[in-house]
């Protein structure tokens, strides 16, 4: 029974235990609703933005970094393609306006923690409040309406073969991850850097273009969730992604990156998001008040954390003596 439990990490196993325990847990206590196609479908569309934000951000943890400004990013996003939509009607033009603001916001988080050495804690933090005042500033805190059906359609209300496109969008990010993490370069060395940067300097690793690239991708991945939720609620509004930052940081690291980097686990970070994703349903379909449900996600979110990196170490290492 040791033997195998040691060969268990529990680490990076942790999240597809709790992801089981929570379905099997809700439908006991809800019922046939809650497993139900529509309820399934429904989740899918809940968490499409934090599974596509969780993608980039496990790289960018995976490097021993964080982002705290991609909820803001979001939100500006979707605000600059509402107002590009509402001056233009052109699609093309609006996506790419609001995906190059990403890109830049990412470029420039990374070439402040690398240029001025100051921890991408405190830069990033700081980035969320220019970004979330300018949104507000920008539009008084009004939402801009987008009535361009074919953006809504394509990024938020249609289906493929009756799967929401918002899940479908979350499977090609989840494809570049997974690609890119174990079948790329960049994914090598971005874990090498995580683990030890000083090693991975003296091997010849651009230290400094790694980890630009990571915040970058981690800023294109933003701007895109934003996309994705003005094209759902058909408006750009300053409040979309208010708090995503904690929420995908927690879908992550219980999909079993380390925070402290050097590991990353691309496709558990995308269960993570679903599995919070269930909680969050799961509560809400049993009738939990809103601070009801925000004691109950905490403590679960603690908990999970807690056991995937320090609880039932016990267990791996046998009983003393």
Do not use: C
Not at 145 to 162: A, C, D, E, H
Not at 202 to 215: E, F, L, Q, R
Not at 251 to 270: C, D, E, K, M, R
């Amino acid at each position: 029974m040791h033997s195998i439990l040691s060969r268990f990490d529990l680490t990076k196993n942790i999240v597809y235990i709790a992801f089981v325990v929570a379905i099997i847990f809700f439908y006991l206590v809800i019922g046939d609703k809650f497993l139900s196609t529509t309820n399934i479908l429904n989740i899918t569309r809940q968490t499409a933005m934090i599974s596509i934000m969780a993608v980039s951000m496990t790289f960018v943890i995976a490097t021993g970094q964080i982002d705290l400004s991609i909820g803001s990013v979001a939100a500006l996003a979707s605000l600059i393609v509402a107002l590009m939509l509402e001056a233009t009607d052109s699609i093309l033009l609006s996506v790419g306006v609001g995906l190059g603001f990403g890109i830049l916001t990412g470029a420039l988080n990374g070439v402040l923690i690398t240029a001025l050495g100051v921890p991408s804690f405190l830069v990033t933090l700081g980035m969320m409040g220019i970004i979330k005042g300018l949104a507000m500033w920008i539009t008084a805190t009004s939402a801009i309406p987008i009535r361009n059906n074919g953006y809504n359609t394509i990024f938020g209300l249609g289906t493929v073969f009756g799967i929401p496109i918002l899940f479908v969008w979350t499977l090609v990010a989840l494809a570049v991850g997974l690609f890119v993490m174990n079948y790329t370069t960049f994914g090598k060395k971005a874990l090498a850097v995580g683990g030890n940067e000083v090693a991975a300097r003296y091997s010849g690793v651009n230290v400094t273009a790694i980890k630009i690239i990571a915040m970058t991708m981690s800023g294109f991945t933003a701007a895109f969730a934003g996309i994705l939720y003005s094209g759902r609620m058909q408006a750009g509004r300053f409040t979309f992604g208010e708090g995503d930052e904690l929420t995908v940081i927690a879908a992550v690291i219980l999909g079993g990156t380390s925070l402290f980097g050097g590991t990353a686990n691309v496709f558990g970070s995308v269960v993570g998001s679903l599995l919070i994703g269930i909680i969050n349903n799961g509560l809400i379909l049993g009738g939990l008040t809103v601070s009801q449900q925000m004691m109950v996600r905490g403590a679960i979110v603690i908990l999970a954390t807690a056991l995937g990196t320090r609880g039932f170490r016990f267990l791996r290492k046998g009983p003393k003596g």
